[in-house]
């Protein structure tokens, strides 16, 4: 259980992080990504080696595989890929840019549908009885730190937050998202062709 402790203090500087950003004491960002991460990464890695199991069907064990590695990278890439990574979170000074194209057309909070999704392919890989306890209250600590953002913090951090609300879904895509998402990627597929093509 010191596993889903540590975690949850994990969520808690991600909470002070917000805090932080919108305060304008951009210095102790980093401090604060690298304690999160250092605190969360490892504890759901651990929980899901805990040694507790219970025995899943093989096929079960196989769309765990199939399903663990997209997820990594859909939560890898709209965290740190998705957003300029420097100012959100290493450089001192505050980015308020708000970023709405690309994965954050399809929805506000790609991050947390891949992260709810990881955490289902580890504990279809690992059996993990601890992972299975744990999974209900990491989501539900990201679910109030996504709500926390998007009613609080953002609305103050970005101009245009408040459209883009209206526009987006938090969570789940729409008709109208995947329009924009679409529009969103040929848009920067053109833009990475002309580049090309001036070299």
């Excluded at 096929?59 to 420097?86: D, E, M, N, Q």
């Excluded at 506000?108 to 990881?118: H, T, V």
């Excluded at 329009?179 to 969103?184: G, I, V």
Aim: proline share 6%; hydrophobic share 55%; aromatic share 14%.
């Amino acid at each position: 259980m010191i596993y889903i402790v540590l975690s949850a203090i994990g969520f808690g500087f991600l909470f002070l992080f917000e805090v932080v950003s919108i305060n304008n004491l951009p210095a102790f960002k980093p401090i604060i990504f690298l304690i999160s991460n250092g605190l969360l990464i490892p504890s759901v890695i651990l929980m899901a080696l805990s040694p507790n199991k219970v025995i899943f069907p093989v096929w079960t064990f196989c769309l765990g595989w199939i399903l663990l590695p997209p997820a990594v990278f859909l939560k890898i890439y709209s965290l740190l890929i998705g957003l300029p990574f420097r100012k959100t979170y290493i450089s001192k000074e505050v980015s308020h840019t708000l970023i709405t194209t690309g994965i954050y057309s399809l929805v506000r909070y790609p991050w947390l549908g891949s992260f709810l999704l990881m955490l289902l392919a580890l504990i279809l890989v690992s059996g993990s009885r601890l992972l299975m306890i744990a999974t209900p209250i990491l989501i539900g600590m990201n679910l109030i730190l996504a709500i926390l953002q998007d009613r609080f913090f953002y609305i103050r951090m970005f101009t245009g937050y408040a459209g883009y609300r209206r526009q987006t879904p938090m969570l789940i895509p729409n008709r109208q998202s995947l329009k924009a998402f679409m529009r969103s990627i040929r848009s920067e597929m053109r833009t990475f062709n002309f580049g090309k093509n001036k070299q």
